[in-house]
């Protein structure tokens, strides 16, 4: 499966942006997936996941209340809505696909994906 990641740009800091992870060469309900991103100089983390079913979400800390995952199978594309941004934000965007049942002390960690986007770039002003 390959996936495309878009919706990134330049955003004030309360603002919104969503981002889709469209999927192709399969349907993207095989997979559980997920968003990660990664900050200039440091490491890539987690940020939402859900599961093939959409029977169970999660999320990071950090963005709880602010951020929604969501998966549309009809159109194969998995959505993350991101509301009241803060510079703090500012990343990569990445979404991942994984073909294992994710719970929540694996939806977390990179090494579960089997596959990923290209990224898409998020930058939050202050």
């Known amino acids: 499966v390959q996936l495309q990641a878009c919706g990134g740009g330049l955003v004030q800091a309360g603002g919104s942006l969503r981002l889709s992870c469209a999927a192709s060469?399969?349907?993207?309900?095989?997979?559980?997936m997920g968003w990660f991103r990664q900050a200039p100089g440091k490491e890539r983390t987690f940020v939402a996941a859900?599961?093939?079913?959409?029977?169970?979400?999660y999320y990071t800390g950090s963005v709880k209340g602010r951020f929604t995952i969501s998966r549309d199978n009809a159109k194969n594309t998995v959505y993350l809505q991101m509301d009241s941004l803060k510079p703090e934000d500012t990343a990569v965007y990445y979404c991942a696909g994984s073909e294992r049942f994710l719970i929540s002390s694996s939806a977390v960690t990179p090494l579960q994906y089997d596959y990923w986007g290209q990224g898409t770039l998020v930058t939050v002003s202050s």
């Open positions: 060469g399969r349907t993207v309900s095989s997979y559980s």
């Open positions: 859900i599961r093939r079913s959409a029977s169970n979400t």
